[in-house]
């Protein structure tokens, strides 16, 4: 049975505009503050920093926001507080946390959408489409994320400012406006499911002329099968169906032979669609950027504080560190371990970390593979993780915010190759950027030349850093150096005295050093750790010798 044609949807006589943006809180930085700028550098790779960013993207599209944030070491302890007071709020709340969580594909789902509104070169109806989808998407994320926020106990002031301005933004006309509007605007448009044509045919009963006669809201359906046509009724629930196949369109308009009819049908859907576009206009000013920046930073939030638990679930304390003053220049950590090797769910000795007015710059010696290196990461990816907000893999800590973290970490190849040139630029960038407030960490500096000139040189680095104020550590083989510490401390006056530090070993019955992989205070070995290379590679004047009797024998 043919329906009668469907009236043009006419909106109500209100023409008030009605604001829907809201005014959400930036949950990394509180009212107030600026943000740091981002600060690239050979730091972040030395650091290994990539894994651990690898870790904390949910999604592709938070790449940039993840190491942009690592980039940005924040020196503000109020900040830190006020980031940290967030990340508890999820890690406590497991409900919130899943809510907020699954919340996040649609929240990715808007900055999609909003990228498509606003082309001109699309057909109205899509245009029209597109902007009612995001609107009951936008309608809809905003009052869940709102339910989730008012039943749970959040404490940081960040998530009760994004609750108290979603109140007042659902309780406000727009929101009630939009609510009551959607049902309406999106029906017209839904009703548009099926049209039927009328032909006329000529004396010859071939098709004369064709016009649009109806629209349905339910699609037409294929020939129905035999048993449905003698029952008289479709098993499927269909109202109307063909008495032969069902066409398809060809997508080419060159191709449709009832161009005429197809241009009549746009006309229609444009006629429909336009009071529904003059409606939605009236909440054209919507926005959703700041959704979007919410998106980026719960996404954050989230991924940090589901891998806080895991980390503890595999063992490795945890904790949120206490932001010193920035002049300070206090680094106090119990029981440090590498976040980077429990990611890898390797099971890492931890070590305390002590760097303050009694000694602000180590020398760190040890043997070789003894975990000097590992250490070193430790440490700059606790100062970055700390300053960003995070917890650290530690039982306790105490830290003073740095300005910036200046790393000298060689390529093997570029030690083998002997390019002093090279690693001597790089130290004088180091010495242009360095503060008083900085924490430098170098990692076999000025192995590529020979013993007698590194060290000559070495006593001349940390004598300068000693002067400038600077929070270090210098990982070296030189064991001559951690001897000096007492004459460069006669020779320069600074803010930083120095302290030797060493890779822990542990001796065997046999007389062999096992590493235990513990750092901490100590002289180094007396004459190095060059007789257990020698040991581990056979070649101790006593194993030269047995291999020779073995070989005569």
Request: some cysteine; overall charge neutral; proline content about 7%.
């Amino acid at each position: 049975m043919m329906s009668s044609p469907k009236r043009p949807f006419r909106i109500g006589k209100q023409r008030q505009r009605h604001p829907l943006d809201l005014p959400l809180p930036d949950l990394m930085t509180p009212p107030g503050k600026t943000g740091a700028v981002p600060r690239e550098g050979p730091w972040i790779e030395d650091l290994g920093l990539g894994e651990l960013a690898d870790a904390l993207t949910l999604d592709r599209r938070y790449v940039s926001f993840v190491r942009r944030t690592f980039s940005t070491l924040c020196a503000d302890p109020e900040v830190i507080a006020y980031r940290q007071a967030v990340l508890l709020d999820l890690k406590r709340d497991p409900r919130l946390r899943e809510g907020i969580q699954n919340l996040l594909p649609r929240l990715g789902e808007l900055r999609q959408t909003g990228n498509l509104l606003g082309n001109r070169q699309r057909a109205l109806l899509l245009e029209t489409v597109d902007r009612l989808s995001e609107l009951d998407l936008y309608l809809s994320v905003v009052k869940e994320l709102h339910t989730l926020l008012s039943t749970s106990e959040v404490r940081s002031a960040a998530l009760r400012e994004v609750r108290e301005v979603l109140r007042v933004g659902l309780a406000g006309e727009g929101f009630k406006a939009l609510a009551e509007e959607l049902p309406l605007l999106q029906a017209p448009l839904r009703s548009l499911a099926a049209l039927t044509v009328g032909i006329n045919l000529d004396a010859d009963l071939r098709p004369s002329s064709v016009m649009l006669l109806s629209i349905h809201e339910r699609p037409f359906a294929e020939t129905a099968p035999l048993l449905e046509r003698l029952l008289g009724t479709r098993l499927d629930g269909q109202d109307e169906t063909g008495i032969a196949p069902l066409h398809g369109v060809p997508a080419d308009p060159a191709l449709r032979p009832l161009s005429q009819l197809f241009q009549d049908l746009d006309r229609i859907t444009q006629q429909t669609a336009q009071p529904v576009a003059r409606a939605l206009s009236r909440y054209v000013k919507h926005s959703s950027a700041p959704l979007h920046r919410l998106d980026e930073q719960l996404a954050w939030y989230v991924a940090a504080a589901q891998l806080m638990i895991t980390f503890e679930q595999r063992g490795t304390p945890t904790c949120l560190p206490e932001i010193l003053p920035a002049e300070a220049r206090i680094t106090a950590v119990e029981g440090l371990s590498n976040a980077a090797l429990v990611l890898r769910k390797v099971q890492p000795v931890a070590s305390d970390l002590q760097l303050n007015e009694t000694a602000r710059i180590a020398i760190l010696t040890g043997p070789n593979s003894g975990g000097k290196t590992t250490y070193l990461r430790s440490v700059g990816l606790a100062q970055v993780m700390a300053q960003t907000g995070l917890f650290l893999t530690a039982r306790r800590a105490q830290i003073s915010p740095v300005d910036a973290i200046l790393t000298h970490f060689p390529a093997l190849e570029t030690r083998q190759q002997g390019r002093l040139s090279e690693e001597a630029a790089r130290l004088r960038q180091i010495f242009e950027q360095v503060s008083d407030q900085s924490l430098i960490l170098l990692n076999e500096s000025l192995a590529s030349t020979t013993p007698a000139e590194a060290l000559y040189l070495a006593q001349d680095v940390v004598c300068g850093l000693r002067v400038i104020g600077a929070r270090g550590i210098f990982a070296t083989h030189l064991v001559e150096l951690a001897a000096q510490i007492p004459h460069m401390e006669s020779v320069v006056e600074g803010p930083s005295r120095l302290s030797s530090w060493v890779a822990g070993v542990e001796m065997t019955a046999d007389g062999r050093m096992l590493p235990t992989f513990q750092i901490g205070p100590g002289l180094p070995l007396e004459g190095g750790y060059a007789r257990e290379v020698a040991q581990k590679h056979g070649i101790s004047l006593a194993q030269i010798l047995a291999l020779r009797q073995d070989r005569q024998g």
